[in-house]
């Protein structure tokens, strides 16, 4: 079965670090570029970053840029989000989200298509 | 940065009735335009990708529609199990998310 499974959440103050990772199952981690997407406790969906097949691109969301580093490991079929100077508000649940693209009529279009089941970081003092 | 705005926050519907959902992008996006479905304590469900293209499993009575900055997401014959968080998301740049529209008995 296709699936994402994240590790690595916890209880960490304010101003600590945490890394998380995420394995890939039955599917090739290297043909796809891969999200970090981060829900706060009762609130909508942010994105957070994305890296493509290469690591040659990554993009952050405004609110953890220069905070927050995306990388992978194909070799190990691993997706990982270093998480730096942890505010209150980065208190979320966060999901690994493979993000599919195919040519659509010409046009190359992204959808985020297999999410992991989450995990929880909760930041306090 | 493109934002997302989406109407209404929420809507109470009955099993059986037809619900139209909006998403209006801050500048021009194409197609560029994804749906998701979230019920509580899941991860979201991709529904619709490209603006208007059903994914591989999601019901019929879901569909799409829109370009540019104008979007909708419409479910014809409401069942039980439909009545969850709906999110549209713009891939153009980067990604931006809606604020969500909850669909309530």
């Known amino acids: 079965e296709v699936q994402l499974v994240e590790s690595g959440g916890g209880l960490v103050q304010p101003g600590g670090s945490l890394r998380l990772s995420c394995v890939a199952s039955d599917f090739s981690l290297n043909s796809y570029t891969m999200d970090w997407v981060r829900q706060a406790p009762g609130k909508g969906l942010e994105w957070v970053s994305y890296?493509?097949?290469?690591?040659?691109?990554?993009y952050y969301a405004d609110s953890v840029k220069g905070r927050f580093t995306i990388s992978r490991d194909n070799a190990r079929n691993s997706l990982y989000l270093q998480m730096d100077g942890l505010r209150d508000d980065d208190t979320a649940v966060y999901y690994c989200v493979r993000d599919f693209g195919m040519v659509i009529n010409d046009y190359y279009y992204y959808r985020l298509d297999v999410w992991g089941q989450g995990t929880t970081v909760t930041v306090s003092s | 940065d493109i934002q997302m705005t989406q109407a209404p926050s929420s809507l109470s519907a009955s099993v059986g009735d037809r619900v139209t959902i909006t998403c209006r992008a801050s500048q021009s996006i194409s197609h560029y335009l994804n749906w998701y479905q979230q019920k509580p304590g899941k991860a979201p469900k991709l529904l619709i990708y490209?603006?208007?293209s059903l994914q591989s499993g999601a019901p019929s009575r879901f569909s799409g529609s829109g370009s540019g900055t104008d979007f909708s997401l419409t479910i014809s014959n409401v069942q039980p199990e439909d009545f969850a968080t709906y999110y549209c998301?713009?891939?153009?740049?980067?990604?931006?998310f809606g604020q969500g529209t909850k669909v309530e008995i």
């Open positions: 490209a603006a208007s």
């Open positions: 890296i493509d097949t290469t690591s040659s691109n990554k």
């Open positions: 998301q713009q891939v153009y740049t980067t990604r931006t």
